[in-house]
């Protein structure tokens, strides 16, 4: 993967903003059961938008704006769409607030934004049902008028909450421009075959990072990577489809990061044998989980925040860590998201 050192600065992240309904659950509910919850919380989210909260933290933004602009207001730019409903606004406030810049998120007229309808259960666990809204509107050609805000970029991030086609111009884009790209797949698409292969845009597998948790990669390999060799397994089998480098987020076990050895062999020309590179990054020990909804995004935005400042892989995975650990150790989506310096002072 090359550096994200350049003259180019700062994350942006393509992708949705919702408003998340979450209701406490003794239990998540089985197929055709009904239970009662405690009292329901409205909360911003949307992965798009707690990966750029998450980056704009890391980089140095105090939560919900406490204590001034900070340092680095700015440093993450959203591209994404919302309704023209109360929704909307509060999800643009809230995302300005965090200092994340705006510019680039557009209003959807006589559309709803987007809603996400989250049970959590007290060990943290959640399940997650997302009503699009707003954020299939984004499109191709949202992207390709982004484009400036793109490619001055040293990171981009991506999920699929957002059409797989949009996605895929993003990935477009910033290849061209020579950003380091990650590719959060989720929701993650049904289990592979080659006839679902065939039907995705090759940009979403030509990435610099994949970035799977355990469910996504079996749901995309057909592994559980509840072990080590597990985890090579499924790391390798993505490998396969094109991404330079899989990044795994293994839970508590940690990640992973599984890549291409460089080739080796006479000469190293064409031919030469190329390994899988297999390392694996420690969890953080954490005394109890609260909620786990904002782990996933806390790593991702975080992950871009650090490459684009130039830290190795490793330690950039690390930094990940530490975030999305921290995110589990509070209640909500963004305002579960921690600080530049509460990671560093577990850095």
């Known amino acids: 993967m090359h550096s994200a050192k350049t003259s180019r600065q700062g994350v942006v992240v393509v992708g949705s903003a919702n408003m998340d309904l979450v209701i406490p659950v003794p239990s998540l ?67 300005e607030s965090h200092g994340v810049g705006t510019d680039a998120l557009l209003v959807t007229p006589g559309v709803a934004s987007g809603t996400a309808a989250i ?28 484009r400036p805000v793109i490619a001055s970029a040293a990171v981009l991030a991506v999920q699929l909450e957002v059409p ?5 111009a993003a990935l477009a884009v910033a290849r061209e421009a020579g950003v380091v790209t990650i590719l959060d797949p989720a929701p993650a698409p049904q289990p592979l075959s080659p006839a679902l292969v065939a039907t995705l845009p090759e940009a979403l597998w030509q990435v610099d990072i994949f970035s799977p948790n355990q469910t996504e990669a079996r749901l995309l390999t057909g592994i559980e990577p509840e072990s080590f060799d597990a985890a090579r397994a499924a790391g390798e089998r993505l490998l396969a489809l094109g991404p330079k480098i899989i990044v795994l987020k293994l839970g508590a076990l940690g990640a992973a990061i599984v890549s291409r050895e460089a080739a080796t062999g006479q000469g190293g020309g064409r031919g030469a044998a190329r390994g899988v590179r297999f390392v694996h990054v420690p969890a953080m020990s954490i005394p109890v989980v609260v909620d786990t909804t904002a782990a996933g995004d806390s790593f991702t935005g975080a992950l871009a ?26 209640a909500g989506a963004q305002a579960a998201i921690p600080s530049r310096d509460e990671i560093l002072a577990h850095f």
Do not use: H, Y
């Open 305 to 330: 925040t650090a490459l684009a400042e130039g830290r190795a892989l490793t330690d950039a995975v690390r930094f990940a860590g530490i975030a999305g650990s921290l995110a589990c150790t509070r």
């Open 29 to 95: 509910p089985r197929t055709g059961e009904t239970i009662l919850g405690g009292d329901m919380m409205t909360n911003p989210g949307g992965k798009g938008a707690n990966q750029a909260v998450a980056a704009q933290r890391a980089a140095g933004m105090p939560r919900g704006g406490e204590g001034g602009e900070g340092r680095r207001a700015g440093f993450c730019k959203f591209v994404g769409r919302v309704g023209d409903d109360v929704f909307g606004e509060k999800l643009r406030e809230s995302l």
């Open 164 to 168: 797989v086609e949009t996605v895929a």
């Open 119 to 146: 049970m959590v259960n007290p060990a943290g666990d959640n399940a997650i049902v997302v009503s699009p809204g707003a954020n299939a509107r984004l499109s191709p050609d949202d992207v390709v008028r982004a």
